[in-house]
């Protein structure tokens, strides 16, 4: 890696001098809602076998014109503070517009954000080897996104919209052999980067073949599972981001405050008491939440397809968990509150492990995304958003806090599905459906639901 220490294009600078280039190391201790990821002292060697990295996000001034104009008076750490303050509510305000658009516009945004974050760390690889040339990295990089997505979104179509795929023939041909398509469509690329390889660069191809496939791993599988969270109802999409966010901002005002304790090396802003703080807050926060989506169809009820209006659905008999229960206190808990009972939604419970998760183990998402920042010394994955840095360094608590959920709801939420079983059964040839509704008649006859054959001829 000699040569790729003096061909890498940060070379010559401090691989410390991160410290200085940014306000974003005013004095604070969490990277959250609020705040940028403070990052700044990057604990590389010089000589150490990464390449150097330009620190293109570090400098890049995004702020709209007349922001910094009104606030120019300001200190730098105020006016920093002011800057992702504003810019904080103006995307939570974002975030409500979009909930309120519905579904749709839900799946949209969500590709596009993983669509940016895949170009962002993509991105981050193409500079340091950019002076190599490597031949179609680039093209191949989006080529294989393209097929992940296929892959992806082409099972998410077979199990949401039978109904739809039934009724149009190309469609269902693609779905009979979605699998046989998606195989064939790698197949090509992994072609293509065989034939790519060039003398002399063999190992930086292969490197930047893994980069591709560690993103895509990263990147789309975990935001194909919160599209999936989505179709179990909007609160499984709304509760764990909004529980996410309440954790940053949360943490980061704890850790401003009353901070004093370091909690990690990876993050040295961050600190116990913010860390301790946050988690209390979102679990509260998350109960709340949860009482107050689980009274309206619109969040609780699974998004279906209309076949008949071709459009989303959202309308159900909620089920067990957003329906309120009565559920009797603990003795211990009885004797401190004189309360023997109390009434909630079994979500609410929930949501407590939900919000736990979140505040806990969901930083480490931040964490990880901090090492691999310091590893290639830059500041943020983009210049994105103003006092924020890019996509990716919002989201990457986001994407382990949805796969969680995923996982959540596989383990101990979801039963069997009546309305996916009967699109895969739509999909079956007439005589095997035939077959299997005799199977069910004798099964059913057998346990007595119902009645015996005679009975039934007379």
Not at 114 to 130: A, D, L, P, S
Not at 240 to 245: G, Q
Not at 395 to 417: E, K
Request: glycine content about 8%; aromatic content about 16%.
């Amino acid at each position: 890696m000699t040569e790729l220490r003096k061909r890498g294009g940060g070379g010559g600078g401090d691989p410390d001098s991160t410290d200085n280039i940014s306000d974003k190391e005013a004095d604070g201790d969490d990277r959250l809602g609020l705040s940028g990821d403070a990052d700044g002292d990057c604990d590389g060697d010089p000589k150490a076998d990464t390449p150097d990295v330009p620190l293109s996000t570090a400098d890049t001034d995004n702020t709209p014109q007349c922001l910094n104009k009104a606030l120019e008076g300001l200190p730098p750490r105020w006016k920093n503070y002011w800057i992702r303050g504003v810019l904080s509510l103006a995307m939570i305000s974002g975030f409500f517009l979009i909930i309120y658009m519905g579904p749709v516009t839900l799946i949209l945004v969500v590709m596009t954000v993983q669509i940016k974050c895949f170009q962002e760390i993509i991105t981050i690889g193409y500079r340091v080897y950019h002076s190599y040339d490597l031949p179609w990295f680039r093209t191949l990089s989006w080529y294989f996104l393209i097929c992940v997505n296929y892959f992806f979104y082409g099972e998410t179509v077979a199990d949401y919209f039978g109904a739809l795929v039934q009724r149009e023939e190309p469609l269902q041909f693609l779905a009979r052999y979605h699998r046989f398509i998606s195989f064939a469509l790698y197949l090509a690329g992994f072609c293509m980067f065989v034939l790519s390889l060039v003398k002399k660069h063999y190992r930086l191809q292969f490197y930047m073949f893994a980069w591709t496939h560690v993103t895509l791993l990263i990147v789309v599988t975990q935001s194909h599972l919160v599209i999936q969270n989505l179709f179990e109802g909007m609160i499984w999409f709304i509760v764990p981001i909004s529980i996410v966010i309440c954790n940053d901002i949360m943490a980061y005002l704890f850790g401003f405050f009353f901070g004093r304790t370091p909690l990690i090396k990876l993050s040295p802003k961050k600190t116990w008491e913010g860390f301790i703080g946050g988690f209390f807050s979102t679990v509260v926060f998350g109960f709340i939440l949860a009482y107050l989506l689980s009274q309206f169809q619109y969040f609780v009820c699974p998004v279906g397809f209309n076949s008949e209006t071709n459009g989303f659905t959202v309308e159900c008999e909620p089920s067990d968990i957003f329906v309120m229960q009565e559920y009797t206190l603990p003795a211990v808990v009885q004797n401190t509150l004189r309360w023997k009972t109390v009434n909630l939604y079994p979500f609410q419970i929930h949501s407590i492990f939900l919000s736990s998760f979140a505040s806990l183990i969901g930083p480490f998402g931040g964490f990880f995304a901090s090492g691999f920042k310091r590893a290639f010394k830059i500041k943020d994955f983009a210049s994105t958003i103003p006092g924020h840095g890019g996509i990716m360094d919002r989201f990457d608590c986001q994407y382990l806090m949805a796969t969680f959920t995923h996982v959540y709801i596989a383990s101990f939420i979801r039963g069997p599905n009546p309305s996916k079983v009967l699109q895969q059964l739509l999909m079956l040839q007439p005589e095997q459906q035939l077959s299997i509704f005799h199977t069910l008649h004798s099964h059913l006859r057998d346990r007595g639901m119902l009645p015996p054959a005679d009975t039934q001829a007379k």
